[in-house]
C-alpha cells in the first residue's frame, strides 16, 4: 500500500505581489537571483505554521499533521512572476484509503489560492494503482455574496471558514 508522505507546494504569484515582493531587491531592473530572496523565504515560512501553511488535508474526518516545512525558496522568472516552493512533510507517513483530501485555502478569505489548470497534482514515487482529481468550488450562493459585500464594508473577514467555499480540492484515492 503506497504512502503520502508530504506535500510540495509550488505557488505562483499574480503580478502585483510579485512586484511588490522583488521591490528593491535587484539593481537596474535586474531579476532577483534565488539567494537575494532568501531572506523573504525565511520570513515567509516563519510566519506560515500560523496558518497551518493554508493547507488542510483529511483522511475522512481526521486531519493529518504536519512536520517543520523545508527546502523553502523563492524563484523569479523572466516575467519577473515570483513563485514559492517548499516541501510539507505529514509527522506520519500514512495510506490514503479510502481517500485523501487536500484544500489549500485561506480561512479567512484574505488570500486567493487556485491549482494550475494543467497537471495540478503529480503522486511522486509511483502511483501504485492509486488515481487523484482535482475540483473546483461551486459558485456562491447570493448570501454568500452578500457576506462579502458585508464583511468588505465593515473591514472585517466574511466570517470562519469562508475561504473553504473557494477552496478547490484534490482528492487521491487508492485501492
Known amino acids: 500500500m503506497p504512502a503520502v508522505t508530504g ?5 505562483k504569484f499574480d503580478e502585483a505581489y510579485s512586484a511588490y515582493q522583488i521591490q528593491g531587491l535587484a539593481a537596474d531592473g535586474k531579476i532577483p537571483t534565488r539567494e537575494q530572496m532568501a531572506p523573504l523565504a525565511k520570513t515567509t515560512m516563519a510566519t506560515m505554521p500560523e496558518f497551518k501553511f493554508f ?34 512533510p505529514l509527522i506520519k ?13 485561506d480561512p479567512d478569505f484574505f488570500v486567493e489560492f487556485n491549482f ?24 456562491l450562493e ?11 464594508f465593515a473591514n472585517q473577514s466574511p466570517g470562519s471558514n469562508f475561504g ?9 484515492a487508492c485501492p
Open 7 to 11: 506535500f510540495r507546494h509550488i505557488w
Open 55 to 88: 493547507t488542510f488535508a483529511k483522511i475522512g474526518v481526521n486531519s493529518l499533521d504536519y512536520g517543520p516545512a523545508s527546502d523553502a525558496h523563492y524563484d523569479v522568472g523572466p516575467d519577473k512572476i515570483v513563485t514559492l516552493t517548499y516541501d510539507l
Open 93 to 105: 507517513p500514512i495510506a490514503p484509503k479510502p481517500l485523501l483530501v487536500l484544500q489549500v485555502y
Open 116 to 139: 494550475a489548470e494543467t497537471d495540478p497534482i503529480s503522486l511522486v514515487g509511483g502511483s501504485n494503482g492509486c488515481s487523484s482529481s482535482a475540483n473546483k468550488p461551486k459558485s
Open 142 to 152: 447570493i448570501e454568500d455574496y452578500k457576506k462579502l459585500s458585508e464583511a468588505f
Open 164 to 172: 473553504l467555499k473557494l477552496a478547490s480540492r484534490i482528492i487521491i
